[in-house]
């Protein structure tokens, strides 16, 4: 029993961050992402996230009598000490130790593909197994979120408030506004030349207290639970809008000089002119108007947050508009996710086909090939410029050993919707090596070609040989991964 705890903690303690340094160093070239922060930032993430684990870690062995091992788990569950705040602190630490050494060490790769694989992969095994577990063996799991109850908050569930939605929130936010990426100006062509009044600042810069208090102004669990749940929707929508769409809001010169505009240029000064479309700003505003009473007290709250967002020149008209008409999806995204299952079911259960001689269409495979063009537009945009085409090539093995596996190995006729998965992977899998070889081959063919062809010009003149000589000595290929 010994020899296999030991065994399965060698595993996610030294061979499992050994691979993610070596899937992020082989991936080094094939992604052009830049890479936000200086290595003394990542340091101190990394640190951080080290010392969340390791602290948990050992909360877990004195409180819970054993290790973090899913295979030989504690007799007893924790919801004391760390894991009073943070349900799974290990994960979260991880994920901030996988996220900090890949800035520390300049790695693009390690930040936009190791680590948000490491983010999905732990969000999985704590969704699909974790949560189940814990309900098994206790009875229970521990929540982030409060009860959807209309009972009176506790100051836990407040303080996690913080810890789960705003900090988060602002470390994306300042990821975000910080990588130094050109974005796109969403503005009006009149925009320009509308006057700036900095004393709306004051307006503006209230919506950082009014979210400071936003716990307190809950007035039941299910209140505070419907703003965690919008934040993190809006997180994950925005956000991602943010990543694929950059933009910007470009700051025009204060023609006053006053107290409120030496505040608004400092307000400028710490909040780059970046994440402009949608507005969070009022986003937050109208999330947290929600909670005020009377109801008008939140409507007013947040139009005054929306115009004091043009006043002071943060945002342009169109930030706005995009954030007030995202913003009722975002309040009752519940409603949005049951309407889009409802959606999805319709089409899972749909079924067209057509028949030309032999060959069946079926409706699935255009909404499996939608899905693979948005898949591979977004894997040629990561990977740059230039190397487009080992995607593209990756793709095509891909989809064609899903054709031969789907028409050979499980087409039949009991069989109508032909799952060509494996033969994707096994595709992908071997034309990739195949395709480096050949590669490589193509390569010192024409190598040796250049070299021999560099020594017939001798009887011409020097004019010419230099020229010839330049043409013919091989360039190695910057994209060669």
Not at 45 to 71: D, E, H, K, S
Not at 119 to 131: D, I, K, M, N, S
Not at 203 to 212: D, Q, R
Not at 436 to 441: G, K
Request: glycine letters at 8%.
């Amino acid at each position: 029993m010994m020899l296999r705890k030991v065994l399965y903690g060698a595993l996610f303690v030294a061979v499992v961050p050994g691979l993610l340094i070596v899937w992020a160093n082989a991936a080094r070239p094939n992604v052009s992402l830049p890479v936000y922060g200086e290595p003394l930032v990542g340091s101190a993430i990394a640190a951080a996230g080290l010392g969340l684990m390791l602290a948990a870690m050992l909360q877990l062995w004195r409180l819970g009598g054993g290790l973090p091992m899913n295979a030989f788990p504690p007799p007893k569950m924790v919801s004391r000490g760390i894991f009073r705040w943070l349900p799974h602190p290990i994960y979260t630490g991880f994920v901030a130790l996988c996220a900090g050494v890949s800035m520390a060490a300049g790695s693009a790769a390690g930040l936009w593909l190791v680590t948000p694989s490491v983010l999905l992969a732990c969000t999985a095994l704590v969704a699909g197994y974790e949560r189940l577990d814990l309900a098994r063996r206790f009875g229970g799991t521990l929540h982030l979120l409060p009860a959807d109850e209309a009972r009176p908050l506790s100051i836990d569930e407040r303080i996690r408030f913080f810890l789960v939605v705003v900090i988060p929130w602002i470390v994306l936010y300042e990821f975000t506004a910080h990588i130094r990426v050109p974005g796109t100006a969403f503005r009006l062509s009149f925009e320009d030349h509308l006057p700036i009044y900095p004393w709306t600042v004051l307006i503006y810069e209230t919506l950082y207290l009014t979210v400071a208090l936003s716990p307190w102004c809950a007035r039941t669990q299910r209140d505070l639970r419907q703003l965690m749940i919008s934040a993190w929707v809006a997180m994950v929508v925005v956000f991602a809008i943010y990543w694929i769409i950059p933009s910007s809001a470009p700051r025009g010169a204060l023609a006053v000089d006053s107290w409120t505009a030496h505040l608004l240029s400092l307000e400028r000064t710490v909040d780059p002119p970046a994440v402009a479309f949608p507005s969070f700003h009022v986003l937050w505003a109208i999330f947290v108007g929600r909670l005020y009473r009377p109801r008008w007290l939140g409507i007013g709250y947040a139009a005054a947050i929306a115009v004091s967002c043009i006043t002071t020149g943060m945002h342009y008209i169109p930030d706005v508009i995009a954030a007030l008409v995202i913003a009722p999806l975002l309040l009752q995204p519940q409603r949005a996710w049951m309407q889009v299952l409802r959606w999805t079911e319709r089409i899972a259960n749909s079924w067209l086909e057509w028949r030309f001689d032999s060959m069946r269409v079926i409706n699935h495979g255009i909404y499996a090939g939608a899905a693979a063009f948005v898949h591979l537009a977004i894997v040629t945009a990561a990977v740059g410029p230039g190397r487009e085409w080992k995607a593209i090539v990756t793709a095509v093995a891909g989809l064609t050993g899903a054709a031969a596996w789907g028409q050979w190995m499980e087409g039949s006729s009991l069989l109508r919707r032909p799952f060509g998965f494996y033969g994707a992977v096994i595709g992908r899998g071997s034309g990739v090596p195949f395709l480096r070889r050949t590669l490589a081959s193509t390569r010192r063919a024409l190598s040796g070609r250049a070299v021999d062809a560099s020594y017939r010009p001798l009887s011409l003149p020097r004019e010419r040989l230099l020229s010839w000589r330049a043409r013919a000595t091989p360039v190695r290929d910057p994209c060669d991964s």
